[in-house]
């Protein structure tokens, strides 16, 4: 079986424009469109000519220009019939490919976005538009640039009163943001192969303008981190303009169209043009560069229509994104009030709308990467106007300034410490946990302080003020920013060095400071362990870097804490049971390491050597003391056959890194940037024998994270002797883009709406909002989206337990074609889609693509992460249910094996194994064995649903039949004697019906629950 689903057609060599095109004039008067040159199967080269009256062979050869019309040569008015007419093997083939079933739209389609792919084709693809042609200059370069600004806030102030026009606008919208982030996908590597000369003239930041993007590496400033910071301020801009466009109900506000590239170890901020900006009154009084900022530290005080509407606009917003209104100290020594982050400017535009820019601090600081005492010394040396006040501020500060870290905190984790930048911020979804956490003591406080006064039903019958009260002190208890309701927002200018504060924000800053220092101690006490006792529980969890990546999100656990999920996990209890998590947690920390040292590595690379640095690179990095002098040697004998006569010491300096060196490179960076020293060894080899980790998994990871995508082929990474990939292995280096993602608002609602419905046990209303939200997905993005997918899945499995199967599969199939499009063919989601695929197609008796889906699933799950996964547990039962040969055993046992490593001997996942391993040994007449599984399957259903649950019930009359059966042969056995070689034993084997129901049950379809 194939891990990419790639086939080759062969219906031509060669199919391109002729040496001879454009015609010259006298033919084009004569009516010649263009020049084909046509290289068949059987070897044949012929010229072609394109006019009015069609096509036909002309006597060109390669050296000779003869347009003249071939001898016996038809004019045909489609060129596939002069092929057909020249080449019997394409007639042949071609009229296999019209008799061909049409392809479904939805495998036709362009994706709104490009989906990276780390293998491709065995042989060169035409498919790819050749960035050099033309010599790099712009086929376009004469049309008129878009106006991308322009076209998404057109896009974004369509009508949205019915939902009609809301499904319009939404559809708009993801147009607009997948033709701009395209643009930016090839203006990246146009700008980076440098066929575009920079506007600015500033080498250390040079700015571009391409198509009608404005494109820069944005300035390395010491206080953010360098480089490092550079990175971290791009993608948080990126996170930042998402949670201001992500805000509904708020119109007037704007953010400009932006994106990140990363293209050859370099990552480039892509932005529409911005407008030009208005001027108030008060700026024709000020310099020119200040005019049109309404709002930010360096607009100063100034009074108009525009700004207090501005003014309504962030306050609505900060209210949204609970930033709490808050008052700093000007450069200039006057105080401003702000509603964002020090850094955010607000501007009216020459178009009458509001922007707001520069919005990367939006988010609060996170206190356990924020040294206090370089943040304080770095305010105290704030401007001389605003230094008394700095000093007050300090001096009342120091006396809370633990406040909020437990005792013995930073013994105990190690935290607070520095990071390579000073760009750490929280993340929104950490924000709202916070909240929530902050919400329930809140409620507890004031639950208690009622008690302690006789109760609610006395303070409410007493008087109010006894419940004003209880609310008042649970307010100042849990930090809330309101004295009378719970409410929690955060500065998120606290901790952030070279901001000081009026002596008026004193005690707001104390507050702020301790609510920031708690929210930072919430991801180590709660999140993280939240997290790994999720792990625990669930056999889906992470598979790879990105499926880790996403549950971590959706936890609020940046990626610089995985040094702390590695602590969590080896000083748990359950660490043998979570080494599945140890294991993606650590490559994940490797991949990303060994990603920043190949940026800086591809910086100093030109663009005829890539192939081979790259492929020297992976062979440093994934191969045992891998030695550089073969690679050298042949770019050596390259480079003096083009006529360059340099050393490789000189023209080529990266093919003297070794493993050694490489190695020592991303340890270090990895102990700087996660704080850890000795787990990852002193070579690959490390990886593989003491965390399971494969290196075929590294290789994937590292080519989806940095774009390169290389040959199918079969790779043996262990060989020391010889590269493990050759230059021409590399097919191709892809921008890798970060984008905004547009919300489908109404199909959004409507799939969360089913969520809860089916948590109610709703399923006839779920399925409704299902279709519905279905439809919405499919009217606003084509069903091309990751919650596209996610809907159609759950509404396959909600179709199913109605007791629809073909609709399911029908359904099902869909999404398995969305994952694989949008989302990548070896993408875990993929995966479980396929294995769900499997158990609708055997409901409807197709029971050979049930088989083969379960081994597609299994072949991805083993290049993916390797065999040692729950999930691979999973897969491994349902095999074991649907093939009929000796394997089946095997899976089985291996499905037992793993369950019970990874949830322990009486977890509901190991019963089930013991009951289908006990089912598949009565099949074959093994009621002995079959006895001691049933009876570990029923101890653990016992223990726990109890015995009065209909699973219990069925696996102790399971486990009778067994006994009474097991009993019936062994009396038969011994009545024959001597005979018994010759009796058949009599076998128990399952209906198609009751492998349905455990398919059903195994990959958590319908779920056993407790009563």
Known sequence: MRLYPYQAHSYLKDLSLSCWHPPPGHRKLQGDFMYITVVTIEGRHCD????????????????????????????????????????????????????????????????????????????????????????????????????????????????????????????????????FVRTVMQGGETVLDGFVEPVNGNPEDPAFLWSGLFMSQGAA????????????????????????????????????????????????????????????????????????????????????????????????????????????????????????????????????????????????????????????????????DSSKSCEENEEKRNGNEKEGWAEDYRGTTGLPKSFPHGLCRLRPELVQAFIQHKHCQFTERVKEKMDENGGFEECATACDSQVTDAVRAACKDVGSVSDIIFEMRFNPNVFSPGICFPPTESASTNLQEKLLREAAAFIITHQIPAFLQCCLQSNEAPMDGASLKQVLHQKGINLRYLGHVVKAISQSEQKERLRHIMRSTIGEIFIRSAKRVFNHFLQGVDVPSLSAAISHFLGCLLVHHFTPSPGGEEAKKKSRRRGRGAGPSESMPWSMLTGAELWNLVCQDAVETYDISDSLGSSPNHLVEHYGLQKLSLLREFCLKTGVQLRLRDYILDNQSKAPISPDDILNIFPVVKHIDMPTVDASKAYRAAQNSIQKGLLDQAHEQLKEAAYLYGRVCDDLDPEACYCNSLLAKVTFLQGKAAEARSVQLKSVVISERVLGFDHPNTIQQYALLAVYAYAGGETTLAQKCLLRARLLMLTVHGEDHPYTATLDSCLGLVLTEDQTGQFLKNALKLNTSFFGPTDMHTALSHHLLAQWMCSKGDYRSAMSNEKEAFSAFMSLLGEDHPQTLCSKEFLGTITKQAVKVERTLRQAGSDSAEQTVECLSPTSDTILEQMVLVTGIRRITRR
């Open 48 to 179: 072609i000519t394109s006019c009015p009256k069609g096509f036909f062979l002309n006597r060109s050869t390669e050296d000779i220009f003869d347009p003249r019309p071939a001898q016996s040569s038809p004019a045909c008015h489609c060129l596939t019939d002069l092929l057909c007419h020249i080449s019997p093997i394409f007639k042949q083939a071609f009229a296999t490919l019209k008799n061909r079933p049409q392809q479904p739209p939805l495998e036709a389609m362009p994706t709104p976005y490009h989906t990276l792919c780390w293998l491709g084709p065995p042989c060169a693809s035409r498919a790819h538009k050749n960035t050099f042609s033309r010599l790099g200059v712009d086929e376009q370069a004469a049309a008129q640039a878009p106006d991308w600004n322009e076209e998404l806030q057109a896009a974004r102030d369509l009508p949205q009163g019915s939902l009609e026009e809301r499904l319009q606008r939404d559809k708009t919208l993801l147009q607009v943001n997948s033709a």
């Open 221 to 384: 400033i010491p206080l953010f981190g360098g480089e490092r910071g550079r990175r971290a301020a791009q993608r948080l801009e990126l996170r930042g303009v998402q949670a201001y466009s992500d805000l509904e109900g708020l119109q007037g506000l704007h953010t400009i169209p932006t994106a990140i590239v990363d293209y050859r170890g370099v990552r480039l901020s892509a932005q529409g043009l911005a407008p030009g900006f208005e001027s108030s009154e008060q700026d024709h009084k000020d310099s020119p560069a200040s005019r049109g900022l309404l709002y930010g530290v360096n607009a100063g005080p100034q009074e108009s229509p525009h700004r207090r509407r501005l003014l309504a606009l962030l306050a609505h917003a900060a209210k949204s994104l609970s930033i709490q209104r808050h008052v700093v100290v000007a450069p200039k020594g006057h105080q401003v009030p702000l509603f964002t982050s020090v850094d955010a400017q607000g501007l009216l535009g020459a178009d009458g709308r509001f922007y707001l820019l520069d919005v990367f601090r939006s988010f609060p600081a996170d206190a356990n990467f924020c040294l206090e005492e370089e943040t304080q010394s770095q305010i105290s040396a704030g401007e001389e």
